[in-house]
């Protein structure tokens, strides 16, 4: 179920290019070098034509439905999100695209690749098309199309590699030009296909936003430092989660919120005291003093939770808490006590603006149950569920590791309770009972019962990855963290954990990838992710009966597009950190 | 930090509440004491919830008849609770044996084929592990589900490809089969017992091979030893019925020994493992210069080791219920055993079954003609054995590029041929790489059989939800299923490190 697994190098992509030999030649060396290898290629041939015939006359046959799935592209995506308020999953999307295109100029995403490879590319997809209007037992008219389309790539993969002449292997094309390309040729097929007028302008629209934030990424650039662009772009991935589906998609209205008697004098009473507790803490000479109101403070913050006080009070108290566990760590001069005071104000800020969010009503009208769903829940709950468990598993890993024995075994014991039972077990607690354990006013939501037993249960999984990188650190890194006089909470935070985490990278992709996978279990807590819509909602419409391999064919499809191309990301990723080389 | 540091007395301890020790230990205290306080309060909220919608917290719903019917199982009408689960437990471990098998030899050969030279082999095998593995495996069962949904429907004529000896339907796919019949378990004593004889045979003749230097042909002795004792066997079976006066014996034994007497002997065997242990573990310990100093860790071990010990030893005193119900079900357990065996019945060992269509869209009942693979279990056993030998397919490949190269050159330079090569040098070398995360996948395809639940196939899981929505059990349900897996994965992860511990290279 939650498998991480890491991809390593072939040889093939590491090796020096060899010189291009003639195909027959090719053939001889790769295919019939010796008499077995000449059999088995024969019956591997004859077994991929037999497959890839089944395939195709299966994909073409007539009693297929492909026609459903262009028809319910709404429900796939954002299930029973209302009709006329589709607007605001645009802009969703239009928020995320344009971080993207941020987050791809400032991190340089892109790079350049070979006249050679991008040929090859093109040269295999053209022979795909072809080998599908070959072997397809399909109308001609699609025979046909596949054709020309496979021929006209085919010839343009050979064309590549002609101009490219003497410069063939020497990487001279901007993949972001490729990529550009491709967004443009989507384009074309957009307004080609019979979809709505207002699905076209929209996607347009997105395209063109992906490209302009991609170019307003250069400027930045050239104006603020990659840190702190970076930096901020972190900030702003964190806020724009709650932003789009707390802000935009839920569309609240605050009218029935006490928002100026209540939530506005508790934040700015919270921002001054508060503010001044934490200058006061950070400030290094309050010693035990210090020690003992933190303690206070975090024994308020738990307390709260047996007394009936408003939702905002206690998870500003818990903020409190931890900015008073970290003070002493981070505090020191003049500049750091100025830092927390101003993270502790902005923290608190976000916490009323999200708690009023949280307590108005939805103004969205004509909903039945849920409003998110389809892929837009699958996401919602795949990075929430990380999210959330990112601070879970590193605190797990750092109890694992720790010399304190207690606070050792409950990290075990909780790690190992965890990945010892599967996902649906845990679901289907969170489902249940998490009720149960509560204090009776408290009433979930089914969708953030479902995040918390993900993000619960992927914790664990992290911490094992997270007490690898930990692990791998040399003890020398320990010892001269304490030779430079850094208290233990310090050494992990600036010396510890920023490089565990550093080296696991590959393994914490992997097993985000397993977790978006997983994610689709919730389609069996009845939940309208995805996997439910393309296996119960959109086969059992009166229109599309008998249409159900299609559209899980059609969600494999999805799934295996994200997945398929993070995994390659994050090999990417791992060559570039040099993981494992140095 | 910038404080200087006053130069202190030798010896001199800090402050209580400046002593790193003190610290450290009432921060853990502390922490211990809101989770039991968390606890509590969680425990005592569940109980106000669960008497507001009229609930108790009570197992009795294991021994009450549920009144559900499961899909398959060697009990499709359970009597008790207890019984459906453990038709569910039957289920789940049926299709995650036949899951291991398959997953492993399709997983290791893909996995060879990744290597392979030839270009085809090697880009097939890579599409396949690529596909198999981005995609949900629920999505991936489902669909399994579906499509065999849509094969033809059994009729009473003319529906099996083989008429007769092979049917693929969406009733259900149906082969010939072996079915054990009243002297099986009389026949199976002989092939232990021939297992046994095969083993010592191969080490016999490796030693002959080794002394000698001469062809032993140990595989070859050691089947004939097998085939010998399993032929005369099939013969001589009722001689195993003498089996049935030991267990006989044995039931007479616990359904008579006095309570006090066994009460008794299990105190002492808990207290006498929790010595072993800790006498081992001081062993473990000890080099030869003494025994080291014990950390704090070590203590708590051991510590930890002896309590359990005593409680344990002190439960089996207070609570005699336990012991009556160990002496009562090792009692029923021997008992049913002994109805297996009787000294000279005689009898058939296996029954041959085809499949036969009793009616339009139904094979005749298990158990007797043919087997009958379901669609659920199609979908889960198809899904959870692509998908699991995708990553052993990656594992294995990962092991053979990790031998180190020279043992493949040292290899060819002594003259063995490829195949000779990679059965009597690589693999055996890769197999101790692979081994743990092998373990690891079984376990992952273990627990990913719960996802049977999803096309109604009647694992622990699915009849657990089916038995909390009919009594309203949930918290005990879930309870049972995360004790079962927990166990499960225990039992997987004993077995895996003792083979581990077994094959590793002996360091020097």
Redesign the interface.
């Known amino acids: ?3 991480p ?1 890491v991809n ?1 190098i072939s040889e093939s992509e590491v090796a020096p290019d060899k010189p291009s030999a003639g195909a027959i030649r090719w053939a001889r060396e ?2 019939f ?1 010796t008499f077995f ?1 000449s059999v ?2 024969l019956l ?2 004859a ?2 034509v037999v497959f890839v015939r089944g395939l195709l006359s299966y994909v073409f046959a007539e009693e297929r439905l492909w026609n459903v799935i262009p028809r319910n592209m709404k429900l796939y995506w954002t299930e029973a999100y209302p009709v006329a308020e589709m607007t605001r999953t645009w802009v969703s999307l239009g928020i995320v695209l344009v971080l993207a295109g941020l987050s791809l100029a400032i991190w340089k995403v892109g790079g350049k690749t070979a006249p050679r490879q991008f040929g090859r590319t093109l040269t295999s997809i053209g022979i795909t098309g072809l080998v599908v209007a070959l072997l397809a037992d399909a109308p001609s008219g699609i025979r046909v199309g596949a054709a020309a389309v496979g021929a006209v790539l085919f010839l343009a993969g050979q064309a590549v590699r002609m101009m490219a002449g003497e410069r063939f292997t020497e990487e001279t094309i901007h993949i972001r030009s490729v990529l550009l390309g491709i967004l443009l040729i989507i384009g074309v097929i957009v307004w080609i296909l019979p979809i709505e007028t207002g699905t076209k302008t929209s996607l347009t629209i997105q395209g063109v936003l992906l490209i302009v934030s991609y170019l307003l990424g250069g400027v930045v650039l050239r104006v603020v430092s990659e840190g702190l662009a970076r930096g901020v772009l972190v900030g702003l991935w964190l806020l724009s989660l709650p932003v789009v589906y707390l802000v935009v998609q839920r569309a609240p209205v605050t009218a029935g919120v006490p928002v100026m008697s209540v939530f506005l004098p508790s934040a700015v009473a919270f921002i001054v005291l508060g503010g001044g507790l934490l200058w006061w803490m950070s400030s ?1 000479k309050a010693g ?1 003093g210090g020690r003992l109101a933190a303690g206070v403070v975090v024994i308020a913050a ?1 307390g709260c939770w ?1 007394v009936s006080m408003p939702m905002l009070v206690r998870f500003l108290l818990l903020a409190l808490a931890t900015f008073a566990l970290a003070a002493p760590t981070f505090g ?1 001069t003049g500049k750091a006590q100025k830092n927390i005071v101003i993270a502790w104000s902005v923290a608190v800020l976000i916490t009323a603006y999200f708690m009023v969010m949280m307590q108005a009503e939805t103004g969205l009208v004509g909903l039945q149950g849920e409003f998110i769903g389809g892929l837009n829940l699958t996401f919602l709950l795949a990075v929430s569920g990380l999210v959330i468990s990112f601070p879970i598993g590193i605190m797990l890993a750092l109890g694992r590791t720790s010399s ?5 075994l ?1 990290s075990t014991g909780y790690i190992e ?1 965890v ?4 996902l ?2 845990v679901l ?2 969170g489902n ?2 998490i ?6 006013e408290v009433e979930l939501d089914n969708i953030v019962k479902a995040i918390v037993a993900i993000a619960l249960f992927s914790a664990a999984y992290l911490a094992e990855n997270v007490r690898g990188g930990l692990q791998s650190i040399p003890k020398g890194q320990y010892e001269a963290a304490k030779a430079m ?1 850094l208290s233990t909470v310090q050494m992990t935070v600036f010396i510890t954990l920023p490089q565990a985490l550093r080296s696991v990278i590959p393994a914490i992709v992997g097993q985000v ?1 397993s977790l978006f ?2 994610t ?2 919730v ?2 807590i009845g939940l309208a992710d995805f ?1 439910r819509v ?2 119960d909602i959109v086969p059992n419409q009166p229109a599309s009966l008998g249409s ?2 299609e559209s ?2 059609f ?2 499809v999805i ?2 597009i994200f ?2 191309n993070v ?1 390659r990301a994050s090999l990417r990723l791992e060559r570039k950190l040099g993981v494992g080389e140095r | 930090m910038t404080q200087t540091v006053e130069p202190k007395e030798a010896h001199e301890r800090p402050p209580l509440w400046r002593d790193a020790t003190v610290l450290k230990w009432a921060a853990q205290i502390a922490v211990l004491i809101g989770l039991i306080f968390v606890g509590v309060v969680a425990v005592r909220s569940a109980a106000a919830n669960l008497e507001a919608q009229g609930l108790t917290f009570s197992w009795r719903f294991l021994s009450d008849a549920p009144g559900i019917q499961l899909s398959e199982g060697f009990a499709t009408l359970p009597s008790s609770g207890l019984e459906a689960i453990l038709v569910g437990v039957v289920n789940m471990l049926r299709v995650t044996a036949s899951g291991v098998v398959a997953a492993t030899i399709l997983g290791v050969i893909v996995g060879i084929a990744r290597l392979s030279s030839n270009w085809l082999v090697n880009k097939a095998s890579t599409v396949y592990v690529e596909t198999i593995r981005n995609v949900p495996l629920l999505l991936q069962i489902v669909f399994w589900f579906a499509v065999f949904g849509s094969l033809p429907s059994l009729e009473s004529e003319g529906s099996g490809p083989i008429e007769g000896w092979l049917y693929a339907t969406n009733k259900g796919l149906s082969i010939p089969w072996f079915f054990p019949r009243e002297a099986f378990w009389q026949w199976f004593v002989f092939v232990l017992a021939g297992a046994i004889a095969a083993r010592f045979a191969f080490r016999w003749r490796i030693r002959v091979l080794e002394q000698t230097g001469h062809e032993a042909h140990a595989v070859g002795y050691s089947l004939a030893a097998f085939l010998l004792f399993a032929v005369v066997g099939w013969f001589a079976h009722p001689i195993a019925g003498a089996m049935g006066w030991v267990f006989g014996g044995l039931s007479w034994l616990f359904g008579s020994v006095p309570l006090v007497l066994m009460q008794f002997v299990l105190a002492v065997a808990a207290v006498g493992l929790a010595a072993w242990w800790i006498k081992r573990f001081l062993d473990s310990l000890r080099s030869p210069a003494g025994l080291a100093r014990l950390t704090d860790d070590d203590i708590f071990r051991i510590g930890l080791a002896g309590a359990m010990g005593v409680v344990a030893a002190i439960v089996f005193f207070l609570v005699p219920g336990i012991t009556e119900g160990i002496n009562l079900g090792l009692e029923r357990l021997f008992e049913f055993w002994d109805s297996k065996f009787d000294f000279l019945r005689t009898g058939t060992v296996l029954e041959f079954g085809r499949p036969t269509v009793e009616s339009p869209g139904r094979f005749a009942g298990f158990g007797t003609t043919g087997m009958t693979m379901s669609g659920p279990f199609f979908g889960v056993w198809v899904g959870v054995t692509l998908y699991t030998a995708a990553f052993i397919a990656e594992i294995v490949r990962g092991g053979i590029l990790a031998v180190a190269k020279g043992q493949t050159e040292a290899g060819l330079a002594l003259g063995l041929k490829r195949s000779q090569l990679l059965r009597m040098i690589v693999l055996p070398q890769a197999f101790r790489i692979i081994l743990p995360p092998m373990g690891n996948q079984y376990l992952n395809l273990a627990k990913n059989t719960s996802l049977g639940i999803a096309v109604g196939y009647a694992e622990v899981v699915a009849v657990g939800q089916t038995l909390f929505n009919q009594t309203g059990a949930t918290i005990q349900v879930i309870l049972i299923w995360m004790g079962f897996y927990l166990l499960v994965s225990l039992i997987l992860s004993a077995i895996v490190n003792w083979y581990n511990r077994r094959v590793a290279l002996v360091e020097r």
């Open positions: 179920m939650t498998e697994f390593e790769n295919l070098s290898n088995l290629s591997m041939l077994l991929i290094g035990e738990l047996l020191g304190m024995p207690i606070f050792r409950l309770t990945r010892g039972v599967p649906i077990t289907f607690f249940l009972v009720n149960r354990f509560l204090p009776r006089g990838i996978k997983d689709s279990l389609a069996i996997l393309a296996r159900l391999q899980l064919l969600a494999m799934y295996w997945t398929f995994s």
